[in-house]
């Protein structure tokens, strides 16, 4: 089904995905349709055309240019702000289409993976916005297979996932089976319980000097600054996304000092948690 931005809502959504189709495609984009993030699914933004505006996420805050990608994974929260004569595309696609992905794109299309905004040369936007057009054009055929579908989104995937690679390098996506991926889960399951280095070491049956090599080596940092890391990023998305007093954003993510969860993300953020929503609730134009 193709909707345009007018349509989108979690009922147009429920709509198609009942009627076996696994994949909605919008043909026109705004602000509020892209703050509209449907449940067990994830999304694929084309902006063919944008002068101005910015996209914030729990990662980072990009400025918006034309000719950008940018995938929406599940448990992150988004806030676009887009300037008016923007043109671009969405796929809204349902989290078992993922089921059918190899493990590297798997990993790329999960909440693990940092490839959120891809800036790709002319060559590579020409093939993503072909394979935008040949979904779409499958989606609004009068006799719609959804298994080919699917095998066009898969082709899109691994587009994505062969660009960042050529990007980035061959290691800067992991597999299921690796070290630091696993150790990634870990965390994001454990961080708000479990800040203790050796407790990770222990479920992955390595020592901590270990842990420390593998997740430097591919993180950059040590595995404490990177549960750290993890704590903030959760603070970034309760402060945007929740009306939770810092107090209690603290206490939830484990820290029973707040002024220690204070001089924490002061440090990792050059702000205070009382500033970051300030500024976070400044540049939100719908807020009063």
Known sequence: ???????INKNSVEEVFNKGIDVVFQDEINAESLNFFPENCFTIILLDKCESGRCITGLNTYDL????LFIHLPKREYKWNLPAGTAGRRLIINDSVL?????TLKYTFSSYSRFEMIKPDEETYHRFSVEFNAIRKEIVADTIFPELINARIRLLALIINLWVEHA???KALNTPDNLAFRFHMLVDKNFKTQKNVAFYARELCITPNYLGVICRKQYQVSPLEFIKERSILEAKNLLHSSERSI???AFELGFRNFSHFSYLF???TGSTPKNYRKRLQQSDPSTP
Do not use: A, H
């Not at 240019?65 to 950008?68: A, G, L, R, W, Y």
């Open 1 to 7: 089904m193709v909707i345009d931005k007018g349509l």
């Open 65 to 68: 240019v034309s000719q950008q």
């Open 99 to 103: 089921k059918t992905f190899s493990p």
């Open 168 to 170: 980035y390098g061959n």
């Open 247 to 249: 107090k209690e954003i």
């Open 266 to 268: 002061r440090i990792k």
